[in-house]
Every structure is written in C-alpha cells, then in structure tokens.
T-cell receptor, first 113, second 111 residues
Framework: EAEVAQSPRYKITEKSQAVAFWCDPISGHATLYWYRQILGQGPELLVQFQDESVVDDSQLPKDRFSAERLKGVDSTLKIQPAELGDSAMYLC???????????FGQGTRLTVV | KNEVEQSPQNLTAQEGEFITINCSYSVGISALHWLQQHPGGGIVSLFM???GKKKHGRLIATINIQEKHSSLHITASHPRDSAVYICAVSRSGGGADGLTFGKGTHLIIQP
C-alpha cells in the first residue's frame, strides 16, 4: 500500500534555531494536512492544503511557523526560531479529496533543547 | 470541554478479553474516524464512519449519530493490539475539514 513519507523521523534542535520537516503525500492526493501532537494529547491541525493552496492555517503560529506546498505535491513545514514548547510529534497526512479517509505518515518527533 | 471525549483514558486487559473504547462528540460531523497509534508515533486509520457499523477482522466500530457516540470494539484481544486508539471527527458545515481529535485511549493487552 502506498505510504505518506516524512523526514526526518527524529530531530533534536536547540532553541532559537530553524528546523524544517518534509512530507511527501501519496501520489495523486490533493489534500495534505500537517498536525502537531504534544505528548499525551491528540493531534491538532496546523495547516491544511488543497493542492498548493492553504485551506486552513488558523491554528498555525504564523510568527514562527510557515508551511508551503509549492507544486501541490510535497510539503515543507518550517519553524524559526524553535522554542522549547515546540517539542512534539509533527504528523503529515494526505487524502485523495477533502472529507475522505486520510493516510498518515510516521511523523517527525522534534525535541527542542 | 473538549469537543471529542474518549473513555477510558487508559485500559489494561488480559489477552482474549473483549475491549470497548468509547467516543462522544459535541459538534456536527460528517464522519468519525478511529485511528491507531503505535509507540513509534505513526498513525493508521482503522475506520471512517458516517453511520451504522463497520467490521474489519477483530475490530468493530459503531456510531450512533443521534446520540453523538461511537464505540470501537476489539474481540479476542491480543498483545499486538496494544496501542493508543484515537477517535477523531470531521466537522460538517463546509470549510476546512481537518480532523478534531480526542486525547486517545492507551490500551495495554497483557499476555
């Protein structure tokens, strides 16, 4: 079965540094989501793309976070500068269309020290 | 109050037991999802429901739209079922459809 690819799997960074995560969705999936999961909590949506357009980024801390999906395929989530509270699992998911089953990647576990 | 509530938060059972995890939600939804998250963090979608009942192997998911409640059942539980099970909903009403998640139920099946 096709998978959503994310890299890196693990990242340790010092606070105030920049960090970036990459997601390659399942081929042909127009909808892409980035979620953040803080330890012990359910994931929360950071940003949703439909092709290359942002559908929802209302929960994205835009002063330090940015996300792009320039060609409507793979996507990058960036944090600059990273803060201690950003330590979390960052999950990417894709779906063939809005409102249908989403497939999740393995996630990137970020630790900010 | 969270829009998606799960119970129990933690559940430890013996191999072979019948497991039930509950999910209640307070918003209008177009679909409800049950997800499985293993210790490594990756999430697998188990079911997507908008009505009735679905079955896949030893897993059964039901939803009662009127009562805004869903249950995930595991029959003949096995240690490999140990994971966090997360309930999530897709809101109805248009707009962005990112999922709203419950906090998860941590299930441990002991041999």
């Amino acid at each position: 079965e096709a998978e959503v690819a994310q890299s890196p799997r693990y990242k340790i960074t010092e606070k105030s540094q920049a960090v970036a995560f990459w997601c390659d969705p399942i081929s042909g999936h127009a909808t892409l989501y980035w979620y953040r999961q803080i330890l012990g909590q359910g994931p929360e949506l950071l940003v949703q793309f439909q092709d290359e357009s942002v559908v929802d980024d209302s929960q994205l801390p835009k002063d330090r976070f940015s996300a792009e999906r320039l060609k409507g395929v793979d996507s990058t989530l960036k944090i600059q500068p990273a803060e201690l509270g950003d330590s979390a699992m960052y999950l990417c998911a894709s779906a063939s269309a809005r409102g249908v089953r989403a497939f999740f990647g393995q996630g990137t576990r970020l630790t900010v020290v | 109050k969270n829009e998606v509530e799960q119970s129990p938060q933690n559940l430890t059972a013996q191999e072979g037991e019948f497991i039930t995890i509950n999910c209640s939600y307070s918003v209008g939804i177009s679909a409800l999802h049950w997800l499985q998250q293993h210790p490594g963090g990756g999430i697998v979608s188990l079911f997507m429901l908008s009505s009735g009942k679905k079955k896949h192997g030893r897993l059964i998911a039901t939803i009662n739209i009127q009562e805004k409640h869903s249950s995930l059942h595991i029959t003949a539980s096995h240690p490999r079922d140990s994971a966090v099970y997360i309930c999530a909903v897709s809101r109805s009403g248009g707009g962005a459809d990112g999922l709203t998640f419950g906090k998860g139920t941590h299930l441990i099946i002991q041999p």
